[in-house]
């Protein structure tokens, strides 16, 4: 059955794809394998991903995304011709899309996504504020007078922002996320153990045992690199809290950018969030504790989204489904 409306959470580091009446049909990662020296395109989402670390010189595995906007134009099409062909199969018509964009995207890179969707078999694109669709996700009702902040901490970006009468009051965007996490974890194991791994092997380190505060009950990982020293293969095994000690100093700026949107909030809207709380969507929601981090450093309630991963293209499901009602409302909202 053919798609006739398809959302896509087009993520940093994962693309989620919604159907109305599927649900969520793809979940894959934003990676697109090319051969060199021709850049054409071998595979696509989770088939490129194994890729990663793992190809002769002559492939790459290329994210096309870079902080939520578009890095590679060519790839970037290439890629949502993908996921649009595969949600709609056999493709006798061209579907409405709607697509998530960074809070902070300029005209030129909204154009560009628009664009890449038409060229990728989109009948229409529509493009759609990440905090707007990951606090419809998150059951905020946004077109309500009362304030809402929503922290959407993604793969590329962590993005803060306050939601009232169906728009973005205050916003403040970081480049610390999902891929800057793993990165730090890599970095940590290399300093303190002399130790080198891979993405693939920093992520799973992050999703096992990964904490944004220290806990009494420690969990453990048991992982395999390369030393530094003798360049042989040496496992060792790390633990919750040091992965709360090498995350903390990420957490603490994505902590400050809050402080700062709150610093550009109406008091009236201040209020609201005090009492009903912050809401925590995206991918890094899932890091244990982190609601009670944020708490902490800013001693307001902070909840964790009901499947927070989801959350962005939950709202672009509910955005499809009253399409021509959000045209009005969102769609030419700036």
Request: net charge neutral; with cysteine; glycine share 8%.
């Amino acid at each position: 059955m053919f798609a006739k409306k398809i959302g896509i959470d087009l993520g940093t580091t994962n693309t989620i794809v919604f159907v109305p009446g599927k649900g969520f049909i793809i979940n894959e990662p934003t990676i697109v394998a090319l051969s060199l020296p021709d850049n054409g395109v071998l595979a696509v989402g989770r088939e490129a991903k194994d890729m990663i670390g793992r190809t002769p010189a002559d492939i790459i595995a290329y994210r096309p995304l870079k902080d939520g906007v578009i890095a590679d134009y060519y790839i970037t099409k290439a890629m949502l011709k993908y996921f649009i062909s595969k949600a709609n199969h056999p493709n006798f018509f061209k579907p409405d899309v709607v697509i998530s964009v960074p809070a902070g995207i300029t005209q030129t890179e909204r154009r560009a996504v628009i664009n890449a969707a038409r060229e990728a078999g989109a009948k229409e694109a529509y493009v759609v504020k990440e905090p707007i669709l990951a606090a419809l996700g998150a059951d905020i009702p946004i077109n309500n007078h009362s304030g809402n902040m929503i922290i959407n901490i993604g793969g590329g970006t962590a993005e803060v922002a306050v939601v009232s009468l169906g728009g973005i009051v205050s916003w403040s965007s970081l480049r610390i996320a999902g891929n800057k996490f793993d990165q730090t974890i890599m970095d940590y194991i290399k300093k303190t153990y002399s130790l080198v791994i891979g993405e693939q092997t920093a992520e799973a380190v992050k999703i096992e045992i990964g904490s944004a505060i220290p806990s009494k009950e420690k969990l453990e990982f048991q992982l395999r690199g390369r030393d530094v020293v003798s360049g042989l293969p040496k496992d060792i095994t790390i633990n919750s809290n040091e992965i709360a000690e090498a995350l903390n100093p990420l957490l603490i700026d994505i902590a400050s950018s809050v402080q700062s949107v709150f610093n550009e909030t109406p008091a009236e809207l201040v209020a609201d969030i005090m009492e009903k709380g912050i809401i925590i969507s995206g991918g890094g929601a899932q890091l244990r504790y982190i609601g009670e981090f944020f708490k902490r450093m800013i001693g307001v309630e902070t909840y964790v989204a009901e499947e927070p991963l989801f959350c962005v293209a939950k709202g672009a499901g509910l955005i499809l489904n009253h399409l021509d009602v959000y045209k009005r409302i969102l769609l030419n909202k700036r």
